[in-house]
């Protein structure tokens, strides 16, 4: 499994040899990596979510993660920003290796940043005491200060008319939208998406994948999980295909598409473009 | 309301017949007057002895259910030991045993509002736990996440997250709390706390008239429980308003 992990991986690499990216071309990827998971493992009680799973990812890839519900996904980012708790193995997060420590906790929390199925708002706050929270309370920021990066972030997402709305008086593309600007508000270094666009109706998936196709752009790490095959063939350089806890299969977009490796993968893909 | 002044006058009409004797509050009299506004009189320490204690009873008991949320077992046991324990003491016994028997325990003698007070907060504070706890359990786990993900410590996230909305959901239970200490005030009056109720036994004890100044008490408790149930429905309308 590292084996194959460790070839996807810097095929991965070669493929976004196109450039843009400072990391591409250099051989040690771990060194270079932002996240780097090594034999991670996750039970809950007797079941195991998460077997011996490996992953790098560099600064500023735009990973995206997909397969069959169930298939620890979730578990897989949520570990990132330890909503989960990992098991066994080891988890480095821009140099931070994940334990219980709270200033290490602290740190990690401060880089990644992560956005919810069910956008999860405060919804007793205004969309602009929403997006300032964090900058004030963690980063320190002057109410000001706070409120101008709030509205800077508002614009980015092209909502800035309803800083002073309640969650609940936004559409789900616009909720979704706030809270992408919310994490962004903290100025992580990482992003984390899980299915993004899943409790959308489908006239909001467009505005939402909008904004984080420009976000993509933009040289922030990304994992996203996501079905959205469009978004992933546009903005991914490397697709992880995950299965009954494991990864199953690493590639770039547009030869797993083409030629998927793995039975198990080509199924999917399959399965998913026909829906 | 109609029923209440229809009950009312009937009382008034059938004092007339003789058999009652309302004269001893009848405001048109001095007698009279003096005597209301002596049962009067003790709606102030009824509302200051309420007040007080359940503010601090909100604020023990916050404390006592945080622990009860803990994912630490040793916490949780002092959450569960408390309430239980609380819980199983009568509220006259409380007030008699903080009242007399905590001066004999630890040498701190209490005046009459305090003993009361901490009695009738303890008392009530074992229930705020349990509300309070409810009220935080009913927050859906993605606001803690949420909360974390944009890396607010725990005291952060309860101040600004799930405090507030678990309030609001809790305000009716917070009413009926207040509703039911302003009535288990009255029990303080066993050991000499100048409340509606003494009033109202030390009049007793001087006219003779406990129809109709016990009446009178009844009529004291309702109006200020109405006043309060209205102003508890008019505060939960004002928080549902603000954030629709
Ligand atoms: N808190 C939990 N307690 C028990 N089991 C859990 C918990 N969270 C996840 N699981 C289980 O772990 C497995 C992986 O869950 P996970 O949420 O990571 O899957 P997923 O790939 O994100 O699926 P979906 O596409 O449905 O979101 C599932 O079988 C799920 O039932
Ligand atoms: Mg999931």
């Known amino acids: 499994m590292p084996d ?22 250099r051989g040690d990827k771990t060194a270079m990596s932002i996240i780097s998971m090594q034999n991670v493992s996750k039970f809950f009680g007797d079941f195991q979510a998460l077997k011996d799973v490996s992953l790098n990812v ?12 169930g298939s620890g996904k979730s578990t897989l980012i949520r570990c990132i920003n330890r909503l989960e708790v990992h098991d066994a193995g080891e988890i480095i997060v821009d140099g931070t290796v994940l334990t219980d420590k709270p200033e290490d906790l602290e740190k990690i929390r401060g880089t990644v940043g992560m956005v919810f199925q069910q956008f999860n708002l405060f919804p007793h706050l205004k969309v602009i005491d929403n997006l300032c929270l964090g900058p004030r309370r963690v980063l320190g920021l002057s109410e000001e200060d706070a409120r101008a990066r709030a509205m800077t972030y ?3 997402v092209q909502i800035p008319d309803q800083a002073d709305k309640f969650p609940r008086q936004l559409s789900g593309g616009q909720q979704q939208r706030v809270a992408i600007a919310r994490s962004l508000c903290m100025e992580p270094r990482i992003l984390l998406f899980d299915e993004p666009t899943s409790a959308l109706d489908p006239e ?11 976000l993509a752009s933009s040289g922030i790490t990304m994992i ?12 991914a350089d490397r697709m992880v295909f995950m299965d009954r ?31 | ?25 009848d405001p048109t009299t001095t007698g009279g007057m003096n005597n209301l506004k002596f049962l009067a009189s003790g709606a102030y320490y009824t509302i200051l002895l309420s007040v007080t204690a359940i503010l601090i009873s909100i604020v023990v008991g916050l404390l006592v259910a945080l622990p009860g949320l803990s994912e630490k077992r040793g916490w949780r046991i002092f959450n569960r030991t408390y309430v239980e324990l609380v819980r199983a003491v009568p509220i006259l016994v409380l007030i008699l045993w903080v009242y ?12 009459v509002f305090w003993a009361g007070v901490l009695a009738l907060a303890l008392s009530d504070s074992a229930f705020q736990a349990e509300i309070f706890r409810a009220g935080i359990q009913s927050i859906a786990r993605g606001q803690y996440e949420a909360a974390q993900s944009i890396s607010l410590n725990y005291r952060d996230t309860m101040r600004y997250v799930i405090l507030p909305q678990a309030i609001r959901r809790i305000l009716p239970a917070l009413g009926n709390q207040l509703v039911y200490m302003l009535k288990m005030s009255s029990l303080v009056s066993v050991i000499g706390m100048q409340e509606l109720t003494r009033k109202a036994n030390e009049l007793v004890v001087s006219e003779y008239r406990p129809l109709e100044i016990y009446t009178i008490l009844v009529l004291e408790y309702l109006v200020i429980i109405l006043v309060v149930s209205a102003g508890v429905r008019w505060l939960e309308r004002r928080m549902k308003a603000s954030d629709t």
């Open chain 2, 100 to 111: 007399y028997g905590l001066p004999a325990l630890s040498g701190i003698t209490l005046n």
């Open chain 1, 4 to 25: 194959l992990l460790g070839n996807a991986n810097s095929e991965g690499l070669r493929n976004k040899a196109a450039g843009h990216h400072i990391y591409a071309g």
């Open chain 2, 1 to 25: 309301m109609k029923r209440i002044y229809a009950i009312a006058a009937l009382l008034v009409l059938s004092g007339c017949s003789g058999n009652w004797g309302w004269y001893v509050v």
């Open chain 1, 245 to 275: 806890g494991e990864i199953v299969e690493v590639g770039a977009p547009e030869d797993v598409f083409t030629a998927p490796k793995s039975k198990r993968f080509g199924a999917f893909i399959k399965q998913i473009l026909n829906h």
């Open chain 1, 58 to 69: 560099a600064q500023g890839e735009r990973v995206v993660v997909c397969g069959p519900s």
């Open chain 1, 224 to 235: 996203v999980v996501t079905h959205e095959m469009g978004f992933a063939r546009r903005v």
């Open chain 1, 154 to 156: 508002l614009e980015r």
């Open chain 1, 204 to 214: 909001m998936i467009a505005e939402v994948l909008e904004v984080m196709t420009e």
